[in-house]
């Protein structure tokens, strides 16, 4: 949000009407994530949290491993 809110608004409105489908399949993705992890909160189901919680540290840590394995090659 915060390169949206510094961006020109003509750039934004130009790239979201051109990639309009995908920002919103995107969208509605993360959004299924969301609802998925309040239902688990108001459920108390903390293990089912921490296995969420894990899964995103892994895929951070996979996303940094591969920006800097990029880097290195430059």
């Keep these: 949000t915060t390169r949206l809110a510094t961006g020109g608004?003509?750039?934004?409105?130009?790239?979201?009407k051109t990639n309009r489908d995908a920002i919103v399949d995107e969208l509605k993705a993360y959004e299924e994530k969301l609802?998925?992890?309040?239902?688990?909160l108001e459920a108390g189901s903390f293990s089912a949290i921490e296995a969420v919680l894990e899964e995103g540290k892994s895929a951070?840590?996979?996303?940094?491993?591969?920006?800097n394995q990029s880097n290195s090659e430059a």
């Design 9 to 16: 608004t003509e750039i934004w409105l130009d790239i979201l």
């Design 60 to 67: 951070r840590r996979a996303f940094d491993d591969y920006g």
């Design 35 to 40: 609802r998925s992890l309040i239902e688990k």
